[in-house]
């Protein structure tokens, strides 16, 4: 089974990509092929133009073979940091780009986009892993749990995945090398679960 690894963090070496390899690195010891993108290190172009919005629009070939990993995958995994209860600007950019129509969702024949969409997506399992700076419970106090409704409810439902899991790992800049190794063993138990 191919699963898609997709990282997003602008500075190799990164604990986001120490996640990403164990992620990686445990899906291949599973006996899988991990499909896997560090999109900074691809310099993949997040901006989507006015040709590829329609769902028969002119896709970039990039876009097209990110599109058809997506398509084929049993599953996918996503690596980034929280930005301001956001993805990084390059993977919401992804977001846009391969997470479209006739991709990853259809809505039913007469339907303009207003209506429930089909969730076309072959895998149905998700795991999110996100770094962030703020101790857990400020940001739930603060800004309940942003990426928790972008991931599984505004994006993964839509695609009709549902097997859906999201870890954070934080503080991450006052992190111990002990936590962070606690965390990478997290990583691949998390993956094992799901993925086995």
């Not at 690195?25 to 899988?32: A, D, N, P, S």
């Not at 950019?93 to 039913?108: H, K, L, S, T």
């Not at 399992?125 to 599984?152: M, Q």
């Amino acid at each position: 089974m191919n699963i898609l690894v997709i990282v997003a963090h602008p500075r190799e070496g990164s604990f986001n990509h120490a996640i990403a390899e164990t992620a990686a690195g445990t899906i291949r010891e599973l006996g899988h092929e991990a499909l896997f993108h560090d999109l900074y290190r691809e310099r993949f172009d997040p901006i989507l133009p006015d040709s590829e919005i329609p769902g028969d629009g002119d896709v970039d070939p990039v876009v097209m073979r990110h599109c058809d990993e997506l398509r084929s995958s049993g599953g996918i995994i996503i690596i980034h940091p929280n930005w301001w209860g956001q993805p990084p600007a390059i993977l919401k950019g992804w977001i846009d780009r391969v997470i479209r129509p006739g991709v990853a969702y259809e809505f039913q024949e007469g339907d303009a986009g207003e209506g429930v969409p089909s969730g076309l997506l072959a895998g149905k399992t998700a795991l999110v892993f996100n770094t962030s700076n703020t101790p857990v419970d400020r940001e739930l106090a603060l800004f309940g749990d942003p990426l928790e409704l972008l991931w599984k409810n505004c994006i993964f439902d839509f695609c009709g995945i549902r097997a859906f899991s999201r870890r954070m790992f934080g503080v991450v800049v006052t992190s111990t090398p002990e936590k962070r190794r606690q965390w990478l063993s997290e990583t691949g138990a998390l993956v094992r679960k799901y993925f086995s």
